[in-house]
């Protein structure tokens, strides 16, 4: 596996005559996350899990529609809606009329609503977990929340500002030339190995997570 300084080096050569710190991701604070208001972040969340599969931007033209229609994204409102509730917004056609995506808005909504109640806020719960271990992170959104295995755990996470990697493929193939993994990483022994990696070049560079993995896929592909 190579040094930190060969990834910045090697990516710096592949964006030559650009600014590529410019090009980087920048986190969320511990303290900014933990302002974020949960209706926020449920809103993202949501939103995440219908953009997979769709144009964002289709999406995002029917997001205000989405906060009139889910309460502003309200968690314990959502939580509380009936099933003839979620039903009935298969009628609106102002809405993506996915009934699988509309019924896990209540299941994320009870998510963020329940982490909220155990640790002041989701916002909280969320800027708390330790990115060295951002893996266990994404398992819990899979397993506890719904729609929200693959990437999507990862990229609502990028969305709301915490550090996270993201395994895209050409991070997934810069990681399988560093001899990280062989494989496209979804058993938790592989998933665990790029954790390793991950920490250790932020233990190098001290840079935060999303940062290394936007270098990282900089340097395939050409």
């Known amino acids: 596996m190579k040094s930190f300084n060969w990834i910045y080096e090697h990516a710096q050569q592949h964006k030559s005559g650009e600014d590529i710190e410019a090009l980087l991701p920048v986190p969320k604070s511990f303290e900014e996350m933990k302002q974020v208001p949960d209706d926020r972040i449920l809103s993202d969340m949501v939103r995440r899990v219908f953009r997979a599969g769709l144009k964002h931007s289709l999406v995002d033209s029917k997001w205000p529609e989405f906060e009139k229609a889910f309460f502003g994204f309200d968690p314990e409102k959502i939580s509380l809606m009936n099933d003839e509730q979620l039903e009935n917004l298969m009628q609106n056609e102002k809405l993506i009329r996915h009934w699988g995506k509309i019924k896990s808005t209540r299941i994320n909504a009870m998510l963020?609503?329940?982490?909220?109640?155990?640790?002041?806020?989701?916002?909280?719960?969320?800027?708390?977990?330790?990115?060295?271990?951002?893996?266990?992170?994404?398992?819990?959104?899979?397993?506890?929340?719904?729609?929200?295995?693959?990437?999507?755990?990862?990229?609502?996470?990028?969305?709301?500002?915490?550090?996270?990697?993201?395994?895209?493929?050409?991070?997934?193939?810069?990681?399988?030339?560093?001899?990280?993994?062989?494989?496209?990483?979804t058993a938790k022994r592989d998933l665990i190995k790029v954790q390793d990696a991950f920490n250790q070049w932020q233990q190098e560079s001290g840079r935060p997570l999303c940062q290394?993995?936007?270098?990282?896929s900089y340097t395939v592909g050409w």
């Open 112 to 185: 963020v609503h329940e982490k909220a109640l155990q640790h002041d806020s989701f916002a909280c719960f969320i800027a708390e977990w330790p990115t060295d271990n951002i893996i266990g992170l994404w398992e819990l959104l899979k397993k506890q929340g719904n729609q929200l295995g693959g990437n999507s755990g990862s990229y609502f996470l990028r969305m709301i500002g915490k550090d996270t990697f993201i395994l895209t493929d050409d991070v997934v193939a810069a990681l399988k030339a560093q001899g990280v993994i062989e494989k496209k990483p």
């Open 212 to 216: 290394i993995s936007r270098l990282l």
